[in-house]
Structures are given as structure tokens and as C-alpha cells.
């Protein structure tokens, strides 16, 4: 079983939907969360970046970390067109040296039809 | 304007051949990395340095060098000895290695002919 598992897509929604996007891990003692975005052939750009459990809000998009369900979520609201990109969440212990082990989810495939 | 540069973009390989990939940073950041991006596979980590001069392997170093001469350059060499080498690299860097916010550079795909 991977430690971080995440659904690749493709997902196709229409402009203006709510997107849901999810990531489930099995290690309890991860204690940060992230959510990258990655357009077509570029690097990673952090979009999220939370601290154990609850909600954490940026204008259209809102991470959720539920660790009681080893579960997290990204939500984008009224969605355009340039959300468009691949979503990888990705999560770490914390501590001295940890992000060295930070484990990545193999990322979702987004797409939003105008 | 501070960033990650990655060179080259695109690079053709025969079997059998080293090839470098560039790494530079102007964040002023200690720690840099690497990592290899696969279809349908999460980031892996080849290497990682926290400091000049100092570098750790990371879960997928077989086939891999680097060095850390300069804070500002971590260039990796995929050896001949990679089994499979043709993906997608990506050079990151971060203020330290206790936080999870890492700054990628664009990417260079390697392809092995």
C-alpha cells in the first residue's frame, strides 16, 4: 500500500463548478500538509501549506486536513480555466531534516472546460 | 527575479553516456534537491543537500551523483548506470529542511535513445 494515495483523473469539470479534490494517507504521525500545482510541463508551485487539522482558506481555494480519516482535500471554488493543471498533495512529519522525507501523492489531472 | 533555473529543457541521451543536469538557485536557500517525475508515480527523491559541501542520498540514488561546491548549484549527473533514466527532473530548493515548502525549477526531460 502506498503511503499516499491519490486519484490521477483526468477530471473534467465546467467553468464556475466546485472542485473537489482528495488524498488519503496511512502514516498518522504526518503532521503538515500540502497541496502543489503543476501546470504542463513546469515544476510544482505551492498552493497550500497547513498544519495538522481544520480548514485553511486562500480566496477560491480552501484546504481541509481531516487526520481522524487520514484524509485531505483541496476545494476550488467558481473554478477557471487556468486552475486547469495537475493538483499533488503532499504531506511530511515535520522536524529536523524532514522535508527530506516528504512523500508526494502521484497527483490529479485537472481540467476545466470554459 | 529570485528563482530556479534548470538546464537544459530538453536533453537526448544515448545509452551509455553521462549526462549533467544544471541546478541554480538566487533564493539564498541552504537546502536544494532533486527529484525524479514519473507517469502515475508521486515525486521521488534522488538526493538532497543541506548545506555546501554536504549532500544525503535520497530513495532512489543508484544511478545518480551530484555535488554542492557552491550554495547555489547542485548539479546532478545521471551515471550509465541508471537503468531507466528516460523522466522528468526536478531541482527544488527550500530556507531549510524542516519546512515542506519547496520552490521546483522547471523541469528537464531526459530521454534515453
Known amino acids: 500500500q502506498k503511503e499516499v494515495e491519490q486519484d490521477p483523473g483526468p477530471l473534467s469539470v465546467p467553468e464556475g463548478a466546485i472542485v473537489s479534490l482528495n488524498c488519503t494517507y496511512s502514516?498518522?504521525?504526518?503532521?503538515?500538509f500540502m497541496w502543489y500545482r503543476q501546470y504542463s510541463r513546469k515544476g510544482p508551485e505551492l498552493l497550500m501549506y497547513?498544519?495538522?487539522?481544520g480548514n485553511k482558506e486562500d480566496g477560491r481555494f480552501t484546504a481541509q486536513v481531516d487526520k481522524s480519516s487520514k484524509y485531505i482535500s483541496l476545494f476550488i471554488r467558481d473554478s477557471q480555466p487556468s486552475d486547469s493543471a495537475t493538483y499533488l498533495c503532499?504531506?511530511?512529519?515535520?522536524?529536523?531534516?524532514?522535508?527530506?522525507?516528504?512523500?508526494f501523492g502521484s497527483g490529479t489531472r485537472l481540467s476545466i472546460r470554459p | 527575479d529570485g528563482g530556479i533555473t534548470q538546464s537544459p529543457k530538453y536533453l537526448f541521451r544515448k545509452e551509455g553516456q553521462n549526462v549533467t543536469l544544471s541546478c541554480e538557485q538566487n533564493l539564498n536557500h541552504d537546502a536544494m534537491y532533486w527529484y525524479r517525475q514519473d507517469p502515475g508515480q508521486g515525486l521521488r527523491l534522488i538526493y538532497y543537500?543541506?548545506?555546501?559541501?554536504?549532500?544525503q542520498k535520497g530513495d532512489i540514488a543508484e544511478g545518480y551523483s551530484v555535488s554542492r561546491e557552491k550554495k547555489e548549484s547542485f548539479p546532478l549527473t545521471v551515471t550509465s548506470a541508471q537503468k531507466n533514466p528516460t523522466a522528468f527532473y526536478l531541482c527544488a530548493s527550500s530556507f531549510d529542511t524542516n519546512t515542506g515548502e519547496l520552490f521546483f525549477g522547471e523541469g528537464s526531460r531526459l530521454t534515453v535513445l
Open positions: 503532499a504531506m511530511f512529519l515535520g522536524g529536523y531534516s524532514s522535508a527530506s522525507k516528504i512523500i
Open positions: 502514516n498518522s504521525a504526518f503532521q503538515y
Open positions: 497547513t498544519y495538522s487539522s
Open positions: 543537500s543541506q548545506i555546501v559541501n554536504d549532500f
